[in-house]
């Protein structure tokens, strides 16, 4: 049980004045927390073919490492002739401004027309890429229209999350010399790791609760939301500091 008297431990000593604030000087030395985040999309026909999209996330997160202070993004962008798979393991301001990204490019002519989040993993213990990947794949456009699943949209969610940790998994016990030829022959050597296109172009499409637009995400940023203690004081936290109090929240009550 929490002692309230104890000083020395107690994280929220003097938080009358601002409990962000005191939790945040106590762990201001911290690293950024590293959340992984798994999302699909759809290319839009009119911006170009694979290899398209492919540089333009390529440009976008070589330029998101440059402007990096802490932790860079890591990953794989698994790209189809009309949908794509990203994971991407970074922590929240980047991944909110790819998210912003991909909310742009669907209401104007940017490369991705219609995205889904299949999930947000947060505060991961260890990165499971360590660094970000790209393949194109050489293969036929599937045929979505004749695409009838025999599973929940749940299981085809969660089919999807276990092979690209698995793939993660394989990549990351590759020599670093021999990463070019592992992505080359992902096809050849673990199929069973790639996600079945026509499955990520079902799911792009279906509107289910077991996944989210990247709309409903950023929306969670843009609302304050009021809390108040069994004191009876009143706190108030705005969408730029919400996740920070949370975050660091949890840190202390799991130290």
């Known amino acids: 049980m929490y002692d309230h008297n104890d000083k020395d431990d107690s994280i929220f000593e003097g938080y009358s004045q601002s409990i962000l604030d005191v939790v945040e ?3 201001k ?28 996330y390529e440009k976008m997160v ?4 440059n ?17 794509f798979v990203h994971v991407i393991e970074t922590f929240n301001d980047v991944i909110r401004t790819i998210m912003k990204d991909i ?18 993993s947060h505060d991961v213990p260890h990165r499971l890429y360590n660094m970000w990947h790209c393949k194109v794949l ?37 020599p670093k010399l021999n ?27 279906t509107n289910d609760q077991c996944m989210i637009t990247p709309k409903e995400y950023l929306d969670q940023y843009q609302t304050p939301v009021d809390v108040i203690l069994d004191s009876g004081q009143y706190l108030y936290f705005s969408p730029s500091n919400l996740q920070l109090a949370l975050n660091l929240l949890v840190i202390a009550w799991l130290d």
Request: glycine content about 4%.
């Open 25 to 27: 000087e106590k762990y």
């Open 29 to 56: 030395t911290r690293k950024n927390l590293i959340h992984r985040l798994v999302y699909i999309g759809k290319l839009r026909e009119t911006y170009g073919d694979q290899n398209s999209l492919a540089d333009y």
């Open 62 to 65: 070589k330029n998101l490492n």
């Open 67 to 83: 402007n990096t202070q802490s932790e860079v993004l890591t990953g794989i962008l698994l790209v189809f002739p009309k949908h």
């Open 103 to 120: 909310e742009n490019s669907s209401t104007m002519d940017g490369p991705v027309s219609k995205a889904k989040i299949l999930v947000i």
């Open 138 to 174: 050489d293969v036929q456009a599937a045929k979505i229209d004749l695409y009838e699943p025999t599973d929940s949209n749940n299981r085809l969610v969660l089919d999807i999350l276990e092979q690209v940790l698995n793939l993660g998994n394989h990549l990351a016990k590759q």
């Open 179 to 205: 990463l070019k030829n592992a992505l080359d022959s992902l096809h050849e050597k673990v199929p069973e790791h790639l996600p079945q296109q026509d499955i990520v172009g079902y799911l792009v499409e």
